[in-house]
C-alpha cells in the first residue's frame, strides 16, 4: 500500500513570499489532516477534512493559511504571506474512517519550511 | 495550559537500561490515549495504545490513571534502535476518532 504523498521535502522562502505544500492521502481514506510541527514540539493540527469539507479548521491562521480539497482526494496547504514563525514541518496525515482509528491513521514524511 | 505535557528529556541510557517517561493531559473528558514514536526528521507512528488496565507489548509497558490524568510509558533492556523522541497523544473522544493532542516529546538516546 502506498503511503501518504507530501511535496516538496523541503522549501525556503523569504518572508512575505508565499508558498503551497501538496498532499496525496492513501487510496480510499475519507479523511485527511494537515499538521504543523514546530521544532521542538508536538504536531499541532491545522485542518481537517472529510472528503471535500472541512470538519475542523478552528486552529487554523485564516489570515494567511488556506488549504483545499477540492475533488476530496489530495489537498494543497498555502500560506500568503509567510512570517518567520511559520518555518516548522507541515505533516499531512490520513485515515480510512474514524473507527478504525488509530489504526489505519498515517503520516506522510512532511514538509519542512525555513521562513527567512 | 497545554492540553498534554511531557518532560522534553534528554534521557540518555546505556543498552539494557529500563527508562521511564511521564505525561499528563489537562482535559479529564479525554478519551484514549497512544505513545507515538518519532524518528529524527520523520513522521510520527504509533507505538501503541494505553489503556486503564495498563498493557504491554514486548518490552513496553504504558499505563494510565484517569483520576490523575497521567499517562506513563517504561522501556525496558534498551535497544540502540529504540532511540527517537516518543510523543504522548491524547485523543477526546473514546473508540472513534475526535481531534488528537500532542505532547512535545521526550527525547530518548541509547547509548552503547
Known amino acids: 500500500e502506498a503511503g501518504v504523498a507530501q511535496s516538496p521535502r523541503y522549501k525556503i522562502i523569504e518572508k512575505r513570499q508565499s508558498v503551497a505544500f501538496w498532499c496525496n492521502p492513501i487510496?480510499?481514506?475519507?479523511?485527511l489532516y494537515w499538521y504543523q510541527q514546530i521544532l521542538g514540539q508536538g504536531p499541532k493540527l491545522l485542518i481537517q477534512f472529510q472528503n471535500n469539507g472541512v470538519v475542523d479548521d478552528s486552529q487554523l491562521p485564516k489570515d494567511r493559511f488556506s488549504a483545499e480539497r477540492l475533488k476530496g482526494v489530495d489537498s494543497t496547504l498555502k500560506i500568503q504571506p509567510a512570517k518567520l514563525e511559520d518555518s516548522a514541518v507541515y505533516l499531512c496525515a490520513s485515515s480510512l474512517n474514524s473507527q478504525s482509528f488509530p489504526y489505519g491513521y498515517t503520516f506522510g514524511s512532511g514538509t519542512r519550511l525555513t521562513v527567512v | 495550559r497545554k492540553e498534554v505535557e511531557q518532560d522534553p528529556g534528554p534521557f540518555n541510557v546505556p543498552e539494557g537500561a529500563t527508562v521511564a517517561f511521564n505525561c499528563t493531559y489537562s482535559n479529564s473528558a479525554s478519551q484514549s490515549f497512544f505513545w507515538y514514536r518519532q524518528d529524527c526528521r520523520k513522521e510520527p507512528k504509533l507505538l501503541m495504545s494505553v489503556y486503564s488496565s495498563g498493557n504491554e507489548d514486548g518490552r513496553f509497558t504504558a499505563q494510565l490513571n484517569r483520576a490523575s490524568q497521567y499517562i506513563s510509558l517504561l522501556i525496558r533492556d534498551s535497544k540502540l534502535s529504540d532511540s527517537a523522541t516518543y510523543l504522548c497523544v491524547v485523543n477526546d473522544r473514546g473508540s472513534t476518532l475526535g481531534r488528537l493532542y500532542f505532547g512535545r516529546g521526550t527525547q530518548l538516546t541509547v547509548w552503547p
Open positions: 487510496s480510499g481514506h475519507a479523511t
